[in-house]
């Protein structure tokens, strides 16, 4: 068992929840509630990464993040390394990658919620984050829950994108995933197996939790 | 201290409407759906900016596109009751209410919301979510929510359309009741004429977003133009009488300004003053007081208006001892009596033809 693997996806996974939980709620409620042209373009950019190859978009990240990208001159230039094979650049990644996860139930989540709800919200003097605290959070609290409970099991099982991004460097980049590979490609089965049953169990506990969630927004709205 | 109101739009409907309602008034907006009578009401609350609009409430500018002002609708102070009542379903009946008074310092909120609630009969039922609550119950509680924050001006969308028949009559009793202690405007949005003659002090008809009528109660309720905007059907007036006595044959004897009026039974004491709904098609006109006929009720009536429409129908209006009555009549009938603006004449109505419903106790009592 690699520990150190699985803390660094445990890092990975909590840091990378931590930062899209705004970027969940913000995006899947502007979505939910605005009608605006390019509206289904923007969801469909959003939707991108789940569909595109990981390898591929691994590429394009890497190129992208790479020492001769803007984005990665600007990264060495502020911070004095390179932003491909590091945490930081997964991290940056990871984000990335799991914007469709972060941001699809949040946004079913707030359109669940009647848009008279939310006129009356105002109609009672509650301003814009007042109505978000107190009316439109506590009605759609279990789509951004399953959204953060998507993305963490998602970034722990992630394996093209961090590798391309990522490499393999132990206590940097290399997650549980990328771990259980390389024990397989050393014959290492016991510990391959023993690390594929940990991921096993936590993806289960994820759905089994996504599942329950999901069926409170149906009845809480009825 | 008024509210006032002007709305002018091309999309998505045709849009131009204008009215003032007096503080402590009741008007109601009359109208088909997509008439643009709930557009109205939203343009007040800030819910909808029309291209050129004004609302100002107590010498308080709300919306004037003309010079860029449009209050955020959390920034105007405004109750409103929707049709689906849209509580805060995570809250409690209490919690609903405490949320909209934001104005209040939150030691005095649960007090003031409990009293709230009490004044829409709800003692007991504070710490109930909504979707435990009846719909006549969730209609209260949307009310209390509306009145929590102490409204310039209250507005009613629809409010009595999801709840059934017994209830809705009920709710209109308590409304009648609650009005006494409304000092602000209030607009009620509704597409039942009967709902806004029972609730409303003055009425504006609205067709194709445009005001097809605007008036009293009373003169609404008689005017042809404005009721073909709702369908010839509701054509009718109200008449005011005084009950005299209960009489032997299940009859209650009033007296109108024109004179006495017999109709089924109208429980109520010697004294009380009522209106009568007199249903146009129920008017029959003669020239000379008819003998030997059943109808109970003649009165000397004057003719003081005809107005025709495409078809052979005619509306006759009447006046009677000082009220506006009208019968819809053939225009045959009119050529063969010779009836013109201040022909004397008696209006016939059967005793029979006044239902229970067509009685209601004179607000003005």
Redesign the interface.
Known sequence: MDWTALWLSLGLAGWTVLILLPVSVLMGRFLAYRQFRAKGLVEALVLLPLVLPPTVFGFYLLVAFGANSPIGQFWRETFGHQLVFTFEGLMVASVIFNLPFAIQPAQRGFEAI?V??R??????????W??LA??EL??AWPGVLTAMVLTFAHTLGEFGIVLMVGGSIPGETKTIAIAIYDRVQAFDDRSAGIMSATLLAISLATISITFWLSSRIGR??? | MALEVMARATTPIPLDIAFRVEPGELLALVGHSGSGKSTMLRTIAGLWSPTEARVSVNGETWLDTSSGIDLAPHRRRVGIVFQSYALFPHMSALANVMAAMGHLPSTDRQGRARELLGLVNLEGLEARKPATLSGGQQQRVAVARALAREPSALLLDEPFSAVDRATRDRLYEEIRQLRAHLAMPTVLVTHDLEEARLLADRMVVIEDGRVAGAGSTAEIMSDPVALRAMGLRELGSGLPAVIEAQEDDELTRLRAAAGPVWLPRVEGEPGTAVSLRIMAHDVIIAREKPAGISALNMLPATVTAIDGGDGPGVIVRLDVGGSPILAQLTARSVRVLALAPGTPCFAVVKSMAVARDDVRADPAT
């Open positions: 009647p008279e709800v006129e009356a919200a105002q109609c009672s003097g509650l301003s814009p007042q109505s107190r009316v506590p009605l809480r709205l009825s």
